[in-house]
T-cell receptor, first 115, second 114 residues
Framework: AQKVTQAQTEISVVEKEDVTLDCVYE???????LFWYKQPPSGELVFLIR??????QNEISGRYSWNFQKSTSSFNFTITASQVVDSAVYFC????????????FGPGTRLSVLP | NAGVTQTPKFRILKIGQSMTLQCTQD?????MYWYRQDPGMGLKLIYY???????DKGEVPNGYNVSRSTTEDFPLRLELAAPSQTSVYFC?????????????FGEGSWLTVV
């Protein structure tokens, strides 16, 4: 069975601090996909990144970076120099198949960036 | 680009009423989904469809029905609304094989049953 754990329920940081959101997953498959989504206060879900299980390269996109480590089953998300606009709920998700039927979300981490 | 569009955005229902949440996508995606998100929780899959005419249950299908008569549309029907169905509902879609399975979401529909 697949499972996604985001142990941090809520995080508060002051603007310009770096913050890392943790994601730990469980799966029996060797092929799977990992995702991060952002849900700002307005409520929509915004896709941030997708990673497949064969690509362990870390990725950087502007102030965002992702650290994928299969050895620890983790896919952590770091925001550098956080900004107030980064305040949102962030969801990590796992899909064990290519078509999304078994798409499991973690419970989310609420990030508050204070000015 | 419209992407995934769902309506209405907000709705209040009385217990026992029925309603349909509309969802349409313009990306020619074969796969469509309905999720619900309860307060402070992650998303749970209600129903999904792998193509026109084909639907299947997700994790929490009770109290809901879906249909998929076209590739673009995937309405979600609530019959005999109950307070437990107060939630935010997200419609989503993803492409067919070969292009990965990134799921794109609509903006959500806030439903309150009183």
């Amino acid at each position: 069975a697949q499972k996604v754990t985001q142990a941090q329920t809520e995080i508060s940081v002051v603007e310009k601090e770096d913050v890392t959101l943790d994601c730990v997953y469980e799966t029996r498959d060797t092929t799977y996909y990992l995702f991060w989504y952002k849900q700002p206060p307005s409520g929509e879900l915004v896709f941030l990144i997708r990673r497949n299980s064969f690509d362990e390269q870390n990725e950087i996109s502007g102030r965002y970076s992702w650290n994928f480590q299969k050895s620890t089953s983790s896919f952590n998300f770091t925001i550098t120099a956080s900004q107030v606009v980064d305040s949102a709920v962030y969801f990590c998700a796992l899909s064990e198949d290519n078509y999304g039927q078994n798409f499991v979300f973690g419970p989310g981490t609420r990030l508050s960036v204070l000015p | 680009n419209a992407g995934v569009t769902q309506t209405p955005k907000f709705r209040i229902l009385k217990i026992g009423q029925s309603m349909t949440l509309q969802c349409t996508q313009d990306m020619n995606h074969n796969y469509m989904y309905w999720y619900r998100q309860d307060p402070g929780m992650g998303l749970k899959l209600i129903y999904y469809s792998v193509g026109a005419g084909i639907t299947d249950k997700g994790e929490v299908p009770n109290g809901y029905n879906v249909s998929r008569s076209t590739t673009e549309d995937f309405p979600l029907r609530l019959e005999l609304a109950a307070p437990s169905q107060t939630s935010v509902y997200f419609c989503a879609s993803s492409a067919y094989r070969g292009t990965g399975n990134t799921i794109y979401f609509g903006e959500g529909s806030w439903l309150t049953v009183v």
